[in-house]
């Protein structure tokens, strides 16, 4: 997929491609317009400092519903 960039490309199409039982990992500096689109999407949002580890033994990667599932 392309998308064009823009606040509006960011937080309308995140809800299109997420949602409720799905699990965003999210940099604690990402623009407000991924931001608003995660929190749009009704999916579980996991917030990691920047630069910071993300401990991937916290986060379970399996799908448990959502838009694909």
Do not use: C, W
């Amino acid at each position: 997929m392309v998308f064009g960039m823009g606040f509006a490309t960011n937080s309308a199409n995140i809800p299109t491609l997420v949602g409720k039982g799905d699990l965003i990992i999210s940099d604690e500096l990402n623009h407000t317009s991924l931001v608003l689109g995660a929190r749009l999407s009704g999916a579980k949002i996991k917030v990691f400092q920047h630069n910071g580890k993300v401990r991937s033994a916290s986060y379970n990667p399996v799908r448990t519903g959502g838009k694909r599932g």
